[in-house]
Nanobody
Framework: QVQLQESGPGLVKPSQTLSLTCTVS??????????WTWIRQPPGKGLEWMGV???????YYSPSLKSRTSISRDTSKNQFSLQLSSVTPEDTAVYYC??????????????WGQGTQVTVSS
């Protein structure tokens, strides 16, 4: 039913802003009580929850990334986006978007995008 697809540049230079967009089909990003999340996985490391934008537009971020992270949405396009500023090579990862059916966390993240590789390098 619901499908998510990440898109954006695969290469970002250090100090720049990483910008990704998740396009959602088969479901509305404004439908209650869904929340729309960004997760990343650096090489050889585990999944890291980055943040979320809920159906009502509320946002929440990982404390470790809060200062650099912004999640927004375009309801007319049924898309939500990630901006991660001041990137370093440590931000190199596969980035995923996912739907949290209840906005409660991992147990209800049933739908994920395929992920997109982003490399931070000069």
């Amino acid at each position: 039913q619901v499908q998510l697809q990440e898109s954006g540049p695969g290469l970002v230079k250090p100090s720049q802003t990483l910008s990704l967009t998740c396009t959602v089909s088969g479901g509305s990003i404004t439908a209650s009580y869904y929340a729309w999340t960004w997760i990343r996985q650096p090489p050889g490391k585990g999944l890291e929850w980055m943040g979320v934008i809920a159906y009502d537009g509320s946002t929440y971020y990982s404390p470790s990334l809060k200062s650099r992270t912004s999640i927004s949405r375009d309801t007319s396009k049924n898309q939500f986006s990630l901006q991660l500023s001041s990137v370093t090579p440590e931000d190199t990862a596969v980035y995923y978007c996912a739907r949290d059916a209840l906005g409660i966390g991992w147990p209800t993240m049933h739908y994920w995008g395929q992920g997109t590789q982003v490399t931070v390098s000069s």
